[in-house]
């Protein structure tokens, strides 16, 4: 069964920092695509950043260029979004998920699975 959990979400004022976590079990992680996505209320998920198997390449939402970094730790099975510089448009609940297809990037349908999410909140 695989599970993908998600942890570190929080209530922090605008400009504070937060980590979150993904957990990953019953799927090879390394052989997957990670990536980070948000919802707020009332509007679609919409993409954040992905990282691909290796670490090697990321590719970030224009809303969250040098604020946001993810990364990976495909040893303990784990992929990170460390939120910098938070504002409270970035409000909203925040998932991971993992795609098999090599190119996928932005679109929630080209990912397999998902976690169940960890909300975010950023007050003025």
């Known amino acids: 069964q695989v599970q993908l959990v998600e942890s570190g979400g929080g209530l922090v004022h605008t400009g504070g920092s937060l980590r979150l976590s993904c957990a990953a079990s019953?799927?090879?992680?390394?052989?997957?695509?990670m990536g980070w996505f948000c919802q707020a209320p009332g509007k679609e998920r919409e993409f954040v950043a992905t990282i691909t198997r290796s670490g090697t390449i990321k590719y970030y939402a224009d809303s969250v260029k040098g604020r946001f970094t993810i990364s990976r730790d495909n040893a303990k099975n784990t992929v990170y979004l460390q939120m910098d510089s938070l504002k409270p448009e970035d409000t909203a609940v925040y998932y991971c998920?993992?795609?098999?297809?090599?190119?996928?990037?932005?679109?929630?349908?080209?990912?397999?699975?998902w976690g169940q999410g960890t909300q975010v909140a950023v007050s003025s």
């Open positions: 998920a993992a795609a098999s297809r090599p190119g996928a990037i932005y679109g929630p349908v080209e990912y397999d699975y």
């Open positions: 019953g799927i090879t992680f390394s052989n997957y695509r």
